[in-house]
């Protein structure tokens, strides 16, 4: 399976990934399938125990090492079009040996996050030079989305926010989270989205475990429920959006903390701009729950970049001096979590523009009643 842009948005980023190859100090970097691969090809091949990976030197020409039997499925991506060199191996073959050709046992080589070990370890034993994490060049070039990249996103934004506008359909009292999970997995899949990357129904004191999934609970008409999905939209960009819902009016202390949650949620996307930094976004958000008594039920970061991946950098996290940079995407979701009771989350993906941000979900923030 092939997720593809135009041939020449990968050159352009091939192209780049070798100047910034080179400004880190680096003689070649290899990159592995995944994320990363796919970012600089647009294959989505995978490495077993055969090798498959990207060689990009410092200068020189790019080259593929794979497997003979992957040849054909790589010609669907964008390699096929680009003329890079592709050293292809059969079993009995040192792929090891064809990925380092060219570069002397010295050379400094940077790897890619996604390479596992089974294939790190004998790069490793072919060079004199442990190999580094290639972080500093493949962050710097995923972190800041091109214009194809940010279409693809407010695609997927929009795909998610037509699942949410559903949530009536699905949602209702007397059902078992599974249940809805399984509705809104096949309305993920019709909205336009290639499959559900992750589904959270979290009822009443379900919805206080973050990263609870779905289970065999009846939802309850006094439940509050968190609905946390999404997933990639051709090609291969995520979607990632929470709301919070109920069947009638909440509590008093509900809704006193609710409306808190929401005022962090918009003070942290208003303080979204060029400039910042990714920490002061996170303590946008925690300063007004921390006002409002509420700083020990927030557990989580702020956010976490999207792309390729559904986690990526830049993450909005206490401690992350990182500034933020005009076409940088990633999510804005504070919550509020009472262990044993009920949990809240609000999450948009934002776009960092040349003067703030623009929000791709524009769903109703406020706690959403249902009809019971």
Known sequence: MATRFSSDVYARRLQRAAELTRDAGFDAIVVGTG???????????????????????????????????????????????????????????????????????????????????????????????????????????????????????????????????????????????????????????????????????????????????????EIQADDIVVIDIGGPVHPGYNSDSTRTYCFAAPRPDIAEAYAALERAQAAAVAAVRPGATAESIDAAAREILVDAGLGDKFIHRTGHGIGLSVHEEPYIVAGNHDVLREGMAFSVEPGVYFAGDWGARIEDIVIVTSDGCEPVNTRPHHLVILPG
């Open 35 to 217: 994320p990363d691969f796919r970012y600089l090809t647009g294959s989505d091949a995978e490495t077993f125990e055969r090798l498959t990976a990207l060689v990009i030197p410092a200068s020189g020409a790019v080259r593929v090492v794979t497997a003979r039997l992957e040849l054909a499925s790589l010609r669907e991506s964008a390699i096929g079009d680009l003329g890079l060199e592709v050293a292809d191996w059969v079993d009995g073959d040192d792929p090891y040996a064809l990925a380092l050709a060219g570069l002397g046992d010295d050379a400094k080589l940077a790897v890619s996050d996604a390479l596992p070990a089974l294939h790190l370890v004998p790069l490793g034993d072919r060079t004199s030079v442990a190999p580094q994490l290639a972080t500093p060049v493949l962050r710097e070039l995923r972190m800041i989305k091109d214009d194809a990249e940010l279409a693809a996103l407010r695609r997927a934004g929009a795909a998610i926010d037509r699942v949410h506008a559903r949530m009536g359909e699905f949602l209702k009292p007397g059902r078992t989270e599974a249940a809805v999970a399984a509705d809104i997995d096949a309305a993920i899949r019709a909205e336009g989205h290639d499959l559900a990357e992750f589904i959270i129904v979290g009822s009443g004191p379900n919805g206080a475990d973050p990263h609870h999934e779905h289970s065999a609970r």
